[in-house]
């Protein structure tokens, strides 16, 4: 799944307050799908306590800067915490 970037994410709240805050909730439960099933299929489990999460970004090519990439982590925490795999996304 190609994750919005930064760039897109601004452009969206540019446009309308709400459009932002749609594309956020959109692409948070489409991840949220993802990480219920790796929680079935035992690729991740749950924490209570701080734990240490590793991104690895595949992308089709190489257009897309790698900081505008990563925003993305912001989608797949709050996703995290939504399902209850991690309590809470603080440092």
Known sequence: MKLPGLNEYT??????????????????????????????????????KQCRLKFVWHEKNMRRDGDNIAFAVKFIQDAMVARGVVPNDNR
């Open 11 to 48: 452009t969206a709240n540019r446009r309308n307050q709400y459009q932002g805050a749609s594309m956020k909730k959109t692409t948070e439960k489409e991840i949220a799908l993802y990480v219920s099933n790796a929680l079935v299929r035992g690729k991740i489990h749950r924490h209570n």
